[in-house]
């Protein structure tokens, strides 16, 4: 068994490994680098959607495998703020496709005014905050804004779950 995930970052490579793993016993991970085909900070859920199964898709294309996952962050604005959010696409070689999100975080209102001037969110961090490091490679802006109550791993983790329901569940067996 060969699962292809659509990126190289630790922060989404060790969750899907420690998820699916439950799954498979004989099971070779393979990170790749690959194109979401949207854009670097995605400000919808559809964009974040969009560019998590065109990881996927990507990541199977490039290797002969049996799932491809793909993992997408980005934010996304409401009359209530402005919110982080992770989608996770997950899909086989026959076509069949899982979705599944994390937790949903609001962004300091600082941060929102800097996103909605152009701004990338890990970047801005990074600069704003240079004591975090390679955000986007640790514990993310969910570390940066809880105190690590909830972090970009974990997120990631409860969205890969939610994205392999579909493969694990018969309930989905006639969509």
């Known amino acids: 068994m060969k699962i292809a995930i659509g ?24 990170g790749i ?12 859920n559809e964009e974040m959607i969009e560019g998590a199964i065109n990881r996927a898709k ?4 490039k290797i002969d495998a049996d799932y491809g996952v793909g993992l997408e962050g980005g934010v996304y604005n ?10 996770v696409a997950i ?5 069949k496709i899982g979705l599944g999100s994390g937790p949903r975080m609001l ?20 600069k704003n905050y240079p004591e975090v490091g390679e955000i986007r490679r640790k514990n ?8 690590n109550l909830v972090t970009r791993p974990e997120n990631f983790d ?14 989905y067996n006639n969509d």
């Not at 680098?33 to 919808?44: A, F, I, R, Y």
């Open 140 to 147: 993310g802006a969910y570390g940066l804004f809880s105190d």
């Open 107 to 126: 962004l300091p209102n600082k941060v929102k005014k800097a996103m909605l001037k152009g701004e990338e969110l890990g970047p801005y961090l990074e």
């Open 7 to 30: 990126t190289l970052n630790p922060a989404k490579i060790n969750p899907t490994k420690k998820v699916l793993s439950n799954f498979f016993s004989d099971v070779e991970f393979v």
């Open 91 to 95: 899909i086989n070689k026959d076509g």
């Open 33 to 44: 680098n690959v194109s979401s085909n949207v854009s670097e900070m995605p400000l919808t």
């Open 78 to 87: 409401t009359n209530y703020g402005m919110f982080l959010a992770g989608w």
């Open 158 to 171: 409860i969205a890969i779950r939610c994205a392999f329901t579909p493969f694990i569940n018969n309930l």
């Open 58 to 61: 990507n990541a199977l294309k």
